[in-house]
């Protein structure tokens, strides 16, 4: 055998993901289901490592793919999640020997890898759940990368991809996340604070719009400007170029495109996994239903027929310099919201797999090859390195700090938005989630009473230990459980 890795899949990720191996001086042995693929890959990058001694093999057969690996095999699987993942496991599965690896680098689900690394555990095969962010640019020139699975699968698979990974300060943006499920369950938490992030981004660009009244390409330039302080990352510097940019008949491009944001599931699987865990991921979710109330089509047709207000009927005078700054302030404010409700849920699913995740170590192999990667990762990694077992990532002092400051022109931002009709339910819903846990009190007390008067479902009370019941169909009196 003359390959040190093989990958099968040769879709665009898998494409590159192989240029990248090769180009980091190993022998790859490539393999698509329909060898076309494997073909034009040849012919237009056969050369693709030649300067670092590394090299792509084609090969046409599975047979043939996994005869070319040395052992034990390290088999890459870059399909579409799902089905396909399946379909090529039960392929691969009698050709492999005990003690192969095989990683999947799809935007799986973390229970069907839960499920697929029992399958082939019982095969004395590794099954190796891996995210991989940073889309085909990211594939190719240094994603940022979530490993899961065993300690021993990735003491072989590990150094292979840490070099191709992308890089900061020497340092890969690649880890072993955790056991088992942990790498997918990670990256499915990067998607969820994707859509977040997203979505926060998008209601900012609204209320510039809408309510500064600047048009796209100013808009562009807040976003650059923006991306020079705190808030610089790869979205925020995307939005600018993508709100600059104008089609062939000079319209700006974000006016003709579609209005119904569509979604592949990761950021709709955060949420579920949210509600199984008990974590309010409210950022996450907001951002996530409103994706599925753009895509209402007819719905929104029906309720603007119905409920239409011109322009003028809601405008809003601000002082713009002022609003623009706001909105600023509302939108890091809101991320970080969105973050520590994200590292929450990475805490949770952790714990309940019983997976070891280092969360600082999450944040630093985000900070760079991924689509969430932030100049503000750095200070969350220092925030789980100061402290491992923090309570909240929003009561360390930096990020403290940044909400502290933010928050007068948070309320500002969130109460022009209602006052002039524009929809932030991400906006609303951090600083809501904010709002409730500093409260002093939660009328949550009062929905204990009710639940206890309608259905017996009892409560605790603050000044004594128990659990109690009024008699509130009876003579109210109270008795403890
Ligand atoms: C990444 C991206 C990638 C993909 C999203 C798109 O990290 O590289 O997250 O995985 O672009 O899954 O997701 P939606 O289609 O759900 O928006």
């Not at 690394?117 to 994603?143: D, I, K, R």
């Not at 689509?371 to 990020?399: C, S, V």
């Not at 206890?452 to 605790?460: I, L, M, P, S, V």
Request: glycine letters at 10%; hydrophobic letters at 40%; aromatic letters at 6%.
């Amino acid at each position: 055998p003359s390959a040190t890795i093989g990958l099968t899949g040769l879709a665009v990720m898998g494409r590159n993901l192989a240029r990248n191996i090769a180009r980091h001086g190993h022998a790859i042995a490539v393999h698509n289901r329909t060898t076309a693929r494997t073909t034009s890959l040849l012919e237009e990058h056969g050369d693709e490592g030649a300067d670092s001694g590394g090299r792509l093999i084609g090969t046409e057969s599975l047979e043939e793919f996994v005869a070319a690996i040395e052992k034990p095999r390290v088999v890459l699987v870059m399909v579409k999640a799902g089905e396909g993942t399946d379909a090529v496991i039960d392929d691969l599965v009698p050709l492999l020997e005990e003690g192969d690896i095989v990683v999947d680098c799809g935007n799986a689900h973390f229970t069907d890898t839960i499920r697929r690394t029992e399958q082939l555990e019982a095969h004395g095969l590794h099954f190796v759940g891996t995210g991989v962010s940073g889309g085909e640019e990211g594939a190719l020139n240094g994603p940022s990368i979530m490993v899961g699975g065993s300690d021993r699968a990735y003491e072989r698979l590990g150094p292979i991809m840490e070099s191709i990974a992308a890089h900061v300060d020497g340092e890969p943006c690649c880890a072993h996340v955790g056991e088992g499920g942990a790498g997918h369950f990670v990256k499915m938490v990067h998607n969820g604070i994707e859509y977040a992030d997203m979505q926060l981004i998008a209601e900012s660009y609204d209320l510039l719009r809408s309510v500064a009244g600047l048009e796209p390409a100013a808009i562009a330039d807040v976003f650059e400007e923006w991306n020079k302080g705190e808030l610089e990352s790869f979205l925020i510097q995307m939005t600018a170029d993508v709100l600059r940019h104008t089609d062939a008949g000079g319209h700006p491009f974000v006016d003709v495109v579609q209005d119904a944001a569509e979604q592949k599931g990761t950021g709709r699987w955060t949420v579920q996994s949210a509600l199984d865990l008990g974590v309010p991921i409210t950022g996450i979710a907001e951002a996530t239903f409103a994706r599925s109330l753009s895509g209402h089509t007819a719905q929104r047709a029906a309720a603007r027929t119905m409920f239409s207000t011109s322009p003028d009927e809601q405008r809003v005078e601000v002082d713009r310099d002022t609003f623009v700054d706001q909105v600023r302030a509302a939108l890091y404010a809101s991320k970080v919201v969105a973050y520590a409700q994200g590292f929450d849920q990475v805490a949770a699913g952790a714990e309940e797999h019983g997976w070891d995740v280092d969360l600082g170590q999450v944040a630093k192999i985000w900070r760079d090859g991924c689509i969430i990667r932030a100049r503000f990762l750095g200070r969350i990694t220092e925030a789980y390195t100061d402290e491992p077992d923090l309570t909240t990532l929003l009561t360390t002092p930096f990020f403290a700090e940044a909400v502290q400051d933010g928050v007068d022109a948070w309320r500002e931002v969130v109460a022009t938005a209602a006052r002039a009709g524009v929809p932030v339910p991400a906006f609303g819903s951090s600083l809501s989630y904010f709002d409730g846990l500093r409260r002093e009190r939660l009328p949550a007390a009062l929905i204990q009473a009710l639940r206890d008067n309608f259905g017996a479902h009892t409560y605790q009370r603050v000044d004594r230990p128990g659990t109690f019941h009024t008699a509130w169909a009876g003579d109210l009196s109270e008795s403890e459980q």
